[in-house]
């Protein structure tokens, strides 16, 4: 299918922008030049915004109102040629600006027709940029922190750390470590962990080490407690649904508000429809680490088009598009059987963002060439390395789908996945201004948080203009 798409003129947005004219007041806004650190992710841009000479004309709030200008906007799943307004980190319905308020902007930013759509959210991220999240250390607080801003340059604002299985120990001593909190300058914002494993199948452990692989056996949803030590930050549980005692395990984590996900597992269709209807609703990264598909029995991979789905529970799967873990008519069979549901995911490791070449990574030897980060001096393959942008071009140029349906498998799939959309992974009116900013490639150029830019790519540093009149 052609890449190239039109970008329809929505009626009201023809109005609104007749509306929308500078008003006098809006002054030039002479936009700080971007930090050494931002152009490169790793470090925080500031805030752009000027404090303002006088208070603005605005009957609600007094808080500065940010209008983007010149953009196509991911709303309603359709890129619309509309301006997006921002004001107090969440966006604005500008109609109710300006028939109700009189509102107007005070800052103005000339998009020069990039696309805007919500923050990506990963879901599965086990590290990057040399850092491991299984790693035991007592300052993966700092780690955490690094990657967290580095994820900025990749259209990320906000994650879910992920944890491989592990010894009980290094639970203990990492999970209070990582705690939920929100993104901005310094990073994207941490939605709680993502704890794959240690409850899943030896026949498809993958590369987790085998000797730390538990069950549910002795006392089960205690077992459970007892490895992770507390599920404060927890998010995500990924559990393998045919062990003994997974059914009343995974009702006691989703009252708890804890999302379960079935992978590393053997199960057949019965087992995986059986933990859906105790509450189950992700499958992680399909097609891997699970039994392949079969006519007489699918497996995990049949819930995708299951008639034994509860009314009102949406499954969700993450994959890894990155164009090396999953073929791409594998991907295109997914995304046909059930589109809604597909989540992109990285499940980075620690080599993602480091450059070609060989580096040493706790005990390994990682040799990264391209796409591949294989075991040094083999043609093993050690994991992911692509960034959730690079994943969302290749579904898109792959899949055969929209550039819309490739934009919400990165943000409004797993907002809904982990029951945000009220927050994130929209741009509806209320909900919170994380945004990527991206050419007609999807190539990221800026990434904002609650509505403050938080990074901004070199080569279009001088792009974005500020300012109007
Ligand atoms: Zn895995």
Known sequence: MSRQRAFPDTGSAGILQRLARPSPKARHVTQRSP???SCDGSGAAGNFLLPLKMPSNKSVSDAPITQFLNCHILKDHTLQREDLWVR????????????????YADVQIDCKGSIIAPGFIDAQINGGYGIDFSSATDDMKCGVSMVARRLLSTGVTSFCPTLVTSPVSVYHQVIPQIEVQDGGPKGAGILGLHLEGPFISKEKKGAHPEQYLQTFEKHGFQDLLDTYGSLDNVRIVTLAPELNRSEEVIRELVRRGICVSLGHSVSNLAQAEAAVKQGATFITHLFNAMLPFHHRDPGIVGL????????????????IADGIHTNPAALRIAYRAHPTGLVLVT??????GLPAGRHTLGQQVIEIDGLHAYVA????????????DMCVRHLWQVAGCSMEHALEAA?????????????????????????????????VKATYIAGEWVWKHCKVANELEMGSE
Not at 91 to 101: A, H, Q, S
Not at 347 to 352: G, K, R, S, T
Not at 379 to 388: E, P, Q, R, W
Request: without cysteine; hydrophobic residues 40%.
């Open 377 to 388: 001096g083999t043609k093993t393959l050690s994991g992911s390395i692509a960034t959730m």
């Open 347 to 352: 499940d980075a490791i620690m080599a993602m």
């Open 304 to 319: 995708l088009t299951s008639n034994e789905i509860p009314a009102g529970q949406s499954i969700f799967y993450g994959m």
């Open 88 to 103: 107090e980190g969440k966006i604005l319905n500008p109609e109710k600006l300006f028939f109700d308020e009189k509102g």
């Open 35 to 37: 930090d050494r650190w």
């Open 411 to 443: 943000s409004l799939h797993p907002a809904e996945l982990l029951g945000i959309s009220q927050t994130k992974g929209t741009l509806e009116y209320g909900t919170d201004a994380d945004l990527v900013l991206m050419d007609k490639e999807l190539n």
